[in-house]
C-alpha cells in the first residue's frame, strides 16, 4: 500500500503559477469495472478531495482549477493512475479494470506522453527502471509529467538517491521554472547532504500536548519519526502498529509523529483515540511544518529510523518492512 497510499500525497501537484483559471474534464471507460467509486487525492495537506462513481462502467467529471495539477486517480483495489489537469483542459481515461497498468489517458501531450512512459516501464526490468526514468526526464524536462516521474522513481524510495534527483530536479527547473519544482529544488539542495549515516538534523517543535520535543530527545536503541495525517489511512495504520511494538519495546523504542494535518484539532483527537503516547507535532503549517522540511518528508506516510547515537539507518519504509526493521533492529 506504500506504493499506492503512500503516493496519495504527491498527487495534487502545483506545477504551474499560472492562474488563468477553467474547468478540468475528465471521462473514462473501463471494462470489468461495472460500478462503483473512484478516489482523487491532492497533495499539500488536502488528501481526499473527490469521489468519481462509475455507472455501468463510465463516469464524466469535471472540477473548476487556477493551476496546472497533477492528480491521482485512486481505484478501489488502491492501484493509482496519474493523470494531468490543466485549466480548460479534458482527458479520456479508458482501459480494462482486470489491467490497470495498461490504462490510457489521453487528450493532451502531456498525458499523452506520461502514459507512453508508463506503459513502458511496465515492460522495462527493475534493474533498469531508474535509468529508464532518468533518460525520461533528460527527454522531457520541461513537461509536467516529470514531476510524477520523480516523485514516483526517485523520491518515493527506500534510501531515495537525493543527489540523482537533484540533478535532474535542476534540469526540470532550468526548463520550466515552477513554483512546486523551485521549492523542491531548495529542500534537495539540503538534503542531498543527508544520507545513510548522517546524524538526524537537530529540530525541535511543540507538541499537541504543549510540550516541546527534538531529534535530540531520541535516546532509543531505535528512534523513529514518522509523518502521518488523520486523512490518509495508511499512515494511522502504522501509528497503530507503532504503538504495539512501543508497549512491547518500552524505551528501547523512541517515537515521535509529525502530523500533516492543518486542523490541530482533528489530529489531537486522532492521536487520543489511538493511543498515541509519544511525543506528537502539529503545527497546523503542513508541510512547512519544520520537521517535515528538515527531514525532507515528501509523501505520507514517511519514516526516517535512527539507531541510539542519532545516524539515520533507513527512510522510506512501510507496511511490514517497516515493522520487520524495527524488530531487526531491536533484536
Known amino acids: 500500500m506504500k506504493k499506492a497510499l503512500g503516493y496519495l500525497l504527491f498527487t495534487l501537484i502545483v506545477v504551474s503559477c499560472s492562474t488563468s483559471g477553467g474547468t478540468f474534464r475528465m471521462k473514462g471507460k473501463f471494462k470489468n469495472f461495472n460500478q462503483g467509486e473512484l478516489l482523487v487525492y491532492s497533495l499539500m495537506g488536502k488528501g481526499r478531495i473527490d469521489t468519481i462513481k462509475l455507472t455501468e462502467g463510465r463516469f464524466n ?85 516529470c514531476i510524477y516521474v520523480l516523485n514516483k522513481y526517485f523520491l518515493l524510495r527506500a534510501n531515495a538517491p537525493y543527489g540523482k534527483a537533484y540533478n535532474l530536479l535542476s534540469k526540470m527547473q532550468a526548463a520550466a521554472p515552477r513554483r512546486l519544482t523551485s521549492q523542491l529544488y531548495q529542500q534537495l539542495a539540503g538534503l542531498k547532504g543527508i544520507k545513510i549515516g548522517d546524524r538526524l538534523p537537530k529540530v525541535s517543535a511543540k507538541t499537541i500536548t504543549g510540550g516541546t520535543v527534538s531529534t535530540t530527545d531520541l535516546k532509543g536503541d531505535v528512534n523513529v519519526i514518522t509523518l502521518w495525517s488523520t486523512w490518509n489511512y495508511e499512515s494511522q495504520s502504522i501509528q497503530r502498529q507503532l504503538h504495539r511494538l512501543k508497549n512491547k519495546y518500552g524505551n528501547r523504542l523512541q ?15 486522532t492521536a487520543r483515540r489511538d493511543s498515541l503516547s509519544w511525543p506528537v507535532v502539529c503545527s497546523g503549517q503542513m508541510w512547512d511544518t519544520p520537521f517535515v522540511k528538515q527531514l525532507g518528508f515528501f509523501t505520507v506516510p514517511d519514516v526516517v529510523i535512527a539507531d541510539r547515537n542519532g545516524r539515520i539507518i533507513v527512510r522510506q519504509l512501510a507496511g511490514n518492512a517497516l515493522y520487520d526493521e524495527i524488530e531487526k533492529q531491536l533484536k
Open 255 to 269: 517515537l515521535i509523529s509529525i502530523s500533516l494535518d492543518g486542523n490541530i484539532a482533528d489530529c489531537r483527537q
Open 61 to 145: 467529471y469535471e472540477v473548476p482549477i487556477e493551476d496546472t495539477l497533477l492528480l491521482s486517480v485512486v481505484f478501489p483495489n488502491y492501484s493509482e493512475i496519474p493523470v494531468i489537469a490543466a485549466p480548460g483542459g479534458s482527458v479520456t481515461m479508458q482501459g480494462d479494470a482486470s489491467h490497470l497498468r495498461e490504462v490510457k489517458v489521453e487528450g493532451d501531450d502531456d498525458n499523452h506522453v506520461l502514459t507512453e512512459f508508463r506503459l513502458h516501464i511496465n515492460e522495462v526490468t527493475p534493474p533498469e527502471v531508474e535509468n529508464t526514468a532518468a533518460a525520461f526526464i533528460t527527454d522531457h524536462p520541461g513537461s509536467p509529467a
